[in-house]
């Protein structure tokens, strides 16, 4: 049943990415990058990370929709019909796609409880979480005690990014920006 | 029946593969730098779904410690990816920032019509 | 959005309980799944409807440019700070153990602390994000 499951969802997000990649509305692709967003989710849960599908739905299909919604609203909202064949491009992606399936073949069968992630520091955590922290939720313990550093370098790009938007388009640009600057030329 | 298996077994790396390579084609076949955006969110997915599917253990459930369970799936892709999925949705921002920002400099967000402003200057 | 009642209605009506759930992931992300990451951003997520529907201005009265952005800072802060912390009282950054009495209450503690930080600032820069999408235009 869970194999069904999961080979429905995931077979959907194929479709919607074949649609996105078909479609020039560009409002159409962001809602459609949405709906690929909660699919995902779905799967996450499926595959027992529900932390990871937690942060998938609200962020994936939350925030980042909205964002893209923004940005269209600031742009255009019709992809203009593209000039060059994609001969090439699809060439590429075939070749580095074959390669890729080649070298998936070399990977553990999925679900295995045997391989080789399962094998070092996984089973530490799971068995040790308790006796050190405290705390059940294991993704929580690793997530801020022993990958603490890992996280506290994550907040910190978090932190740069949300400074480069601030920089970018924030108020204290105002009047320097180009369109303003064409509006004042005409006048 | 080996067959059956050996797809199910191998089927979540080839989908991801597929989704990788479908936002790869996005990225590099079109012009349009919001549609880029798209495509480089669905490769970004593809990844964290190859990630998950390297910790998902056969009968295992959530790493949540429960009385009475013992087989969990590994937390440590579950633990990468989660902040790899807010960091991206960060970057992103930033990404669409540089797109209102090339638009309001170009009045376009074609990549060929900025390219073919640039030579004109 | 003057004449959608029905949404602006709804939109209060909803606010207060997608505020509360933001607490509930951020202060339960211990025992069930959540934590600062998620937490964070739905918190966010219900300001920013608030700003959509009564516009950003309104939103802009309640949270004040200077919070958002002291929020930024001021979650890494938290985050670096519990780290320098530790270092104080004689053990490895970012390793929270003498922070209370036994190796417990100290991890767990210390782990409060970081998803705070960690949620104030995912919150404050995706709030921060969306506002200034949202003004862009008004100059």
């Known amino acids: 049943m869970e194999a069904w499951i999961d080979i429905i969802i995931l077979f959907f997000m194929a479709v919607t990415v074949f649609a996105i990649a078909r479609l020039r509305n560009l409002l159409a692709v962001v809602m459609l990058g949405g709906i690929y967003s909660l699919l995902a989710a779905s799967i996450f849960v499926v595959m027992d990370a529900v932390d990871v599908a937690f942060t998938e739905a609200s962020v994936g299909a939350g925030i980042s929709t909205i964002l893209f919604i923004g940005t269209l609203a600031l742009t255009t909202r019709i992809e203009k019909k593209p000039a060059h064949t994609p001969l090439l491009p699809l060439i590429v992606v075939c070749i580095t796609g074959a390669v890729l399936i080649f070298g998936t073949l070399d990977a553990a069968v999925y679900g295995d409880p045997q391989s080789p992630a399962m094998q070092d520091v996984a089973p530490y955590y799971l068995e040790n979480t308790k006796k050190h922290t405290g705390i059940p939720n294991v993704v929580t313990a690793v997530l801020a005690s022993y990958r603490g550093y890992d996280t506290l370098g994550e907040v910190t790009v978090i932190f740069t990014a949300g400074i480069g938007v601030i920089l970018l388009l924030g108020s204290w640009r105002r009047g320097i920006s180009a369109s303003t600057r064409r509006k004042e030329e005409e006048e | ?121 | 959005m003057k004449e959608y009642l029905v949404l602006r209605v709804i939109t209060k009506l909803l606010l207060p309980f997608i505020l509360l759930f933001g607490l509930y992931v951020q202060f339960h992300g211990d025992f069930g799944p959540g934590g600062g990451f998620q937490a964070g951003v739905i918190f966010a997520a219900g300001f920013i409807l608030y700003a959509m529907v009564y516009g950003v201005k309104a939103a802009r009265k309640v949270l004040p440019i200077g919070i958002l952005r002291g929020g930024i800072a001021g979650g890494l802060l938290l985050y670096a700070l519990v780290g320098v912390a530790n270092l104080m009282l004689g053990e490895n950054y970012l390793n929270y153990t003498p922070l209370a009495e036994s190796m417990k209450e100290g991890q767990h503690l210390g782990i409060f602390l970081v998803e705070l930080g960690v949620g104030i600032t995912v919150a404050s820069v995706m709030m921060t994000v969306f506002f200034t999408f949202a003004t862009w235009r008004e100059d």
């Open chain 2, 1 to 121: 029946m080996d067959s059956w298996e050996f797809i199910l077994g191998y089927y979540n790396y080839w989908i991801a593969v597929f989704l990788a390579m479908a936002g790869m084609y996005i990225v590099i076949a079109r012009g349009n730098l919001i549609k880029k955006l798209v495509g480089l969110n669905v490769f970004q997915s593809s990844v964290f779904i190859l990630y998950i599917s390297f910790g998902k253990v056969e009968g295992g459930t959530a790493p949540i410690l429960t009385a009475g369970v013992d087989t969990y799936s590994n937390p440590l892709p579950h633990v990468l990816i989660l902040t790899a999925i807010v960091v991206g949705v960060a970057t992103t921002a930033l990404g669409l920032a540089l797109v209102v920002r090339i638009r309001d400099e170009y009045d376009t967000i074609e990549e060929d019509d900025i390219h073919s402003q640039d030579e004109s200057m």
